[in-house]
């Protein structure tokens, strides 16, 4: 689920990357060579997303290649890793054990999420039903994961903490909100068939303070929070950490909502003569 205001899902399968031969066997290191070459832009993707979860479903890719799976697989794989981190968290006691099984399980799972496409560009291209599927998980975890940590958080304080548990209500409410909002923009983008010039000028500022911005939407980074799991044997360090994580993401949607509608009504007022294919904007 690596998504950020200028980076659509990694779901949308197939950019174009030449269909690999059957005739020669490619290897790992040449597979990983074409993954790195053929790569999506990161521009303003979050920090763990882009340095960490992107290279590590490059390799995860390329071993899926050569163990014959589909990108569908894949995709199952991811749900099955993330589900099993999911369950955990509600289910176990606090554990620093737990705490690293579930960060473990979450992390791999988003590493397969980001795997998936890119074995779909191996294999010469997806589809709309592989596009769907990514979604349709990417839109069950986004909510699931912290009615998990409601769950657990009830387990670990009971009547006590009933306060607290607002905040992973309050954090799946903004999530799942932010998640569709991506998908919508990017679907109401295709519809017009075009991007306003405004979103080309913020493109080209993304390219140049990149980094900046990945570090400046780390809030909203789905790895970060993967990682803040290995916290779960420390309850009320996990809570003040996630706390955080929480009030940064709800920052960032609300400024963010606010650009995207603006944006959002300026769609009906570009003319045909200034629609730039999306590809020239991703660059």
Sequence with gaps: MERSPSVTSTGARGDGMTRIGTAARPTYAQLLQRLTAAQKSAQGAPAYSRYVNRPL?????AVAFLAGLTPNQVTALSAL?????????????PAWWAGLLVAAALVLG??????DGQLARLRGGGSKAGEWLDHVVDAAKTSALHLAVLVAAFRWNGERGSAWLLVPLAFAVVASTWFFTIILNDHLRRLAGTRDVQAVVAAGEARQHSALRSLASTPTDYGLLCALFVLLGWPAAFQWAYGLVFAGFALITA????AWYRQAGRLDAVPASVAVRREEVAA
């Design 57 to 61: 479903g490059r390799r995860l890719a």
């Design 81 to 93: 890793s993330t589900g099993a981190g999911i369950a955990a968290t509600a289910l176990l006691d």
């Design 110 to 115: 988003y590493a397969l999420d980001a795997a």
């Design 255 to 258: 400024a963010s909502m606010v």
